[in-house]
Structure formats: structure tokens, C-alpha cells
């Protein structure tokens, strides 16, 4: 496993950061983490960033305490809050940056020219930060994550300033980091861009995690099903009641919630077995963003 | 901890605030040498015929240089240094630093340290200003200074704001920019008003006026600092030292033991400022 967090919980003096987040991600995976404002999502990833002392739990990152120095070195981190010296130009703060890092001098220059060409700030290396644009500042803190080249990187928020042609460059760059073996750790609130990047997600909500797995399990975990059928008495709605929750009837249509495909067949089961009739089933797939939505209001 | 060393430096270079200070040192030195030289040019042309006198008034002029070059020194010290911490914390630029493989130890004795050659520099360059202008214009008080005694008040000189430099590192982890600036200015006067109080206390032998001046020099022992560097620099001088008249008696001078304690005192804060960061939620 690359990341690995267990009953993780911050307090802060009478509010809750996070409460008992346990999650497991594995080596080259695109972990996604959601949740409204406020929930607790940043500071899972301070923690594990050693930004944040946590009240009890530990957190891993390759076995390792996360937030040691030696995790440090394999790890890349965009903060939400970016935010970096206005008086130095772009390069200057990746030098900085690399310093930290211990970086070879060499390579170091070597490494700052392809990332700011990554990055798309080529032309703007010499100028001063505090001239760049959000965008451009958000490019630049994406290029100083990625500079030791890092086995895991987290990315809070990392499309919040970026124009949609940004958003697909920085789609493109988790694509090809997943690609070379790395495992990423995504914080957003862009629910489509995680559906189309993201292996497996968390959703969080007042600190603590509601939903976890991974992607196809989770969007096949709510699907709703529109049954048209024909049957007498109560029996059956009775069924399905008592074994899937709520249940909507309309003329001949029965409308119900199913948490995978087995579900249906067993739905099938329930109105042949107790001599119903069966014309046809329509499976309403959703995506993460009404999965998002519904799992946040309780459905 | 090397690279924060040199960011610390640099980011006090680019300050708005050191420029300023700069150009008001070169103004603050021509205004001085051109005192003292209005000064001696009345000796020279006779009208002043009372040695003793001009001695004590020549005297007074260079303790009043180097008076205000530690307050200059003071006000530069805590103009660069209030938000060292809180200002990298408030904006958000602490959090691309600290999750870099730099320990928080490092981080706080990296920025501390970067001041310290930054202040330091400047210290040296404005004492020896003083001194050489003082020198220079043949101030009496000063001729026939032994280097052994420059390099003890410089020293000294350097170590105040040295000094205030750790308290503000240890507040700029406590509090925001601004309350620290606040803080500092507060414990900064607090040590002068202590300061005067001990000299008023010693002058007229109230010992609990004293007492209470020691104890305002425990909290803030800047002015104790600086007295004991202007005792140093006119050791020779006698009478005429400005360590006597206005400022009291003999027994004023703080010991070597003062200055130990400083350097503890600045120790401790640094000590505490590195144990409350590392457990500071950033």
C-alpha cells in the first residue's frame, strides 16, 4: 500500500477536523477525495503532508510515518492555499524548492526547464511570481510538487484557478503519472474530471468518511431501477420494501434503489416467484456528481 | 537548513521597509557627522573655553549617536523580523516549505539565522560609522580607542539586536504579524522605561525603584545591552563617561552576568519558539 491512514482523527479546540479516517491506497492508484466545504478533506491531507499534528490515529505513506522527513522526499504536495514568495521569479522558487529538496545542481537546472515546459510557463520563468496570474501560480505550485519526482502527490483543489485548457493539461498530467507508476491523491471538487482520472474514491462528510471504494464498484453501488410489471394485491411492492428500502409505484412501473446488479436479478426473483409478471427492466446508472449529491443528502 | 538561510536573508534584502532604513541611515550618519563637525568647529574657533565642559558635552554627543543608532537598529530588527513566521503562516507560503523534507527546527532556526546575517551586517556597518565619523571630527572621548575595546562594544552593539531578534522569532510563532509588532514595541519600551527607573532608582538610593528596574530588565533586556556597550566604548574616559552624569552612578554599569543572561534569554526564547512550532498546526 501507498498511503494507509487508521482512525485518523484532528480536533481542533471544539470542532472536528476528521474523526476516524481509515483509508487504503494502493501503488499507482488516482485516489479521489470528496466532500463539501468544511469537511475535513484538507485536513486529512495536511496531516498526512505533516502540516498537522493529529489528535490520535496514524497515517502511513509506504510504511513510513507520514509527514517524517524521509517520506518527505518521495512526496509532492500542492497545497489548496497556494501561495509562494511574490519576489522571486518562477525559477527562483523552483530552485528554492529543489534546495530543499537536496537536488543535485545539475539536474536540478535540467529539471526546472522541463517542468516549467510542462507547466507551460517557459516564457514567463524570469518573471517575477507576483505578476503571474492565479492560473499561472497554480501551474507553477504543480511544477514545484512534481520536482523531486515523487513516488506519491497530493493535489488539493489543483484545477481551482486553471481555464478548462489548463484543467485537461493537469488531467493529462495525473493520466501520465498514473501511467509511470505513481499514486496519486486528489482532493476536488470537479466531480466529472475525478469520475474520468480517479481508480477509487472516498467521500467524506463532517470528518468522517461515508463511502469508499473503488470507481466502477461505487457508481454501480447506486443504481435505480425502473421495473415494468403487473401483479395484484401488495405483496410483492411489500417485498422489495422489506429487502431494498424505499419503493415508488406508478402505473405498472415499480422505481427502487440497488446497491449492485445482483440486486436486480434478486428483484426479478421476488415479483416471478410470487406470480407477478415481468415486461422489462431499465437500469439508471448515476455518476459521481448525483452520487455525490445523493450520498450527502442521505440516499 | 542552508536554503532557508538564504531565503531569509534575501526576503529581508527585498523588503520595502530595509531600503527605506537604508536611505535614512545614510541621511541619519550626514546629519550626525555634520553635528559634530559644527560642534568642533566652535572648539577650534575658541568659543567654547571650558575643556572639561566640551569634554563632557563632546561625550554626550557621541553616546547620543550611538543612543539613536540602537534605536534605529531596534526599529529595523523588528521591522523585518514581526512576521518572519506569521506572515509565511497567515499567507499560506509555509505550506509549500514545511512539506518539503525540512525539518521545523530547521525552519525557524533557518529564518532566525538568515536575520541574524542580515542584522548583523547592518549593526556592524552602522557602529562602525558611528565610530569612524566620531573618530573622524577627533571627538576627545573617543581618541586613543583601543581595538580591543571596538570589538567589545561592537559586540555588544550587535548582540541587542541579536537579542530582540529571538524574542520576535519567539512571539512571530505565537502571535499574527501585527500583534507581534505590537508585543515587541511594548517589551522594547518596557526595557527602556525599566532602564531609567533603575538609573532614577540608583541617583536618588530608592532601592525598590531599583528592584523594579532590574526586574523590567529581565523581561526586556535590550537597554541593559546597549548601557553596558556604552560603558564599554567610554571605559577610558572617566568623568566624562556618559555612563555618570544624566544616566547615574557607577554602580548602573550591568555586570558581565547581565550579558550571560541575555545570551540565555535570547537561547530560551529560540528553544521555546522551535518546541511550540513543532507542534503547531500549520
Known amino acids: ?299 | 537548513m542552508m536554503p532557508v538561510i538564504k531565503i531569509s536573508f534575501r526576503e529581508a534584502i527585498n523588503k520595502k521597509v530595509f531600503l527605506l532604513i537604508g536611505i535614512f541611515t545614510v541621511i541619519y550618519l550626514a546629519g550626525y557627522a555634520l553635528f559634530i563637525y559644527f560642534i568642533m568647529k566652535d572648539l577650534d574657533g575658541g568659543r567654547i573655553d571650558n575643556y572639561s565642559g566640551f569634554l563632557a558635552g563632546a561625550s554626550f554627543i557621541s553616546f547620543v549617536g550611538y543612543y539613536f543608532s540602537s534605536m534605529l537598529l531596534a526599529f529595523l530588527t523588528i521591522m523585518l523580523s514581526a512576521g518572519a513566521v506569521s506572515h509565511d503562516m497567515e499567507s499560506g507560503i509555509i505550506q509549500s516549505t514545511i512539506s518539503k523534507p525540512l525539518s521545523r527546527r530547521s525552519y525557524i532556526l533557518g529564518k532566525y539565522l538568515g536575520l541574524v546575517l542580515i542584522i548583523s551586517a547592518y549593526s556592524i556597518i552602522l557602529f562602525l560609522s558611528v565610530t569612524l565619523i566620531s573618530v573622524m571630527f577627533k571627538i576627545p572621548s573617543l581618541s586613543g580607542l583601543k581595538w580591543d575595546i571596538i570589538l567589545k562594544s561592537l559586540l555588544l552593539f550587535v548582540l541587542e539586536p541579536l537579542a530582540i531578534l529571538s524574542l520576535s522569532i519567539f512571539g512571530s510563532v505565537f502571535f499574527k504579524t501585527l500583534s507581534n509588532g505590537i508585543f515587541l514595541i511594548s517589551v522594547y519600551i518596557t526595557g527602556l522605561a525599566g532602564g531609567m527607573i533603575e538609573q532614577i532608582g540608583g541617583t536618588i538610593g530608592n532601592d525598590t525603584l531599583v528592584l523594579c528596574g532590574i526586574a523590567s530588565s529581565m523581561i526586556s533586556p535590550f537597554d541593559t545591552v546597549y548601557r553596558k556597550m556604552i560603558a564599554t566604548l567610554f571605559s577610558n574616559i572617566g568623568i566624562a563617561n556618559p555612563m555618570f552624569g544624566i544616566y547615574g552612578i557607577q554602580g548602573a554599569v550591568p555586570s558581565m552576568w547581565m550579558m550571560a543572561y541575555v545570551i540565555f534569554y535570547s537561547t530560551l526564547l529560540l528553544y521555546l519558539a522551535v518546541r511550540k512550532f513543532r507542534k503547531k498546526d500549520l
Not at chain 1, 160 to 186: C, E, H, N
Not at chain 1, 192 to 206: G, R
Not at chain 1, 259 to 280: E, F, Q, T, V
Open chain 1, 1 to 299: 500500500m501507498a498511503i494507509v491512514t487508521n482512525k485518523l482523527t484532528k480536533y481542533y479546540n471544539t470542532s472536528v477536523g476528521c474523526n476516524d479516517v481509515s483509508i487504503e491506497i494502493g501503488r499507482g492508484e488516482i485516489f479521489g477525495f470528496l466532500g463539501p466545504n468544511g469537511a475535513g478533506k484538507s485536513t486529512v491531507v495536511k496531516i498526512l503532508n505533516g502540516l498537522v499534528i493529529p489528535t490520535s490515529g496514524s497515517a502511513e505513506i509506504f510504511g513510513m510515518p507520514a509527514g517524517s522527513l524521509e517520506v518527505k522526499k518521495s512526496v509532492g504536495y500542492l497545497p489548496e492555499n497556494f501561495k509562494y514568495y511574490d519576489w522571486l521569479t518562477g525559477k527562483q522558487l523552483l530552485a528554492f524548492h529543489a534546495s530543499l529538496h537536496g537536488m543535485d545542481k545539475h539536474l536540478l537546472k535540467k529539471r526546472i526547464k522541463q517542468l516549467l515546459k510542462l507547466v507551460k510557463l517557459e516564457a514567463f520563468e524570469e518573471k517575477k511570481i507576483g505578476t503571474y496570474s492565479k492560473g499561472m501560480q497554480q501551474r507553477l505550485g504543480i511544477a514545484s510538487a512534481l520536482l523531486p519526482d515523487p513516488d506519491v502527490l497530493f493535489f488539493d483543489e489543483p484545477t481551482s484557478a486553471l481555464d478548462p485548457i489548463g484543467r485537461k493539461d493537469m488531467r493529462d498530467i495525473m493520466v501520465d503519472l498514473k501511467r509511470q507508476g505513481k499514486t496519486v491523491f486528489l482532493n476536488s471538487h470537479l466531480l466529472s474530471e475525478m469520475e474520468m482520472v480517479c481508480d477509487s474514491v472516498a467521500v467524506i462528510h463532517k470528518g468522517s468518511i461515508i463511502k469508499k471504494g473503488k470507481m466502477p464498484d461505487i457508481l454501480n453501488s447506486f443504481i435505480t431501477v425502473e421495473i415494468r410489471t403487473e401483479f395484484t394485491g401488495d405483496k410483492i411492492p411489500h417485498l422489495i420494501k422489506e429487502r431494498f428500502g424505499e419503493v415508488k409505484l406508478s402505473k405498472g412501473k415499480i422505481r427502487v434503489k440497488v446497491d449492485c446488479d445482483d440486486d436486480i436479478n434478486d428483484i426479478a426473483r421476488i415479483i416471478i416467484n410470487n406470480g407477478g409478471k415481468l415486461y422489462g427492466i431499465i437500469c439508471e446508472k448515476m455518476n459521481l456528481e448525483d452520487l455525490f449529491i445523493s450520498i450527502l443528502e442521505g440516499g
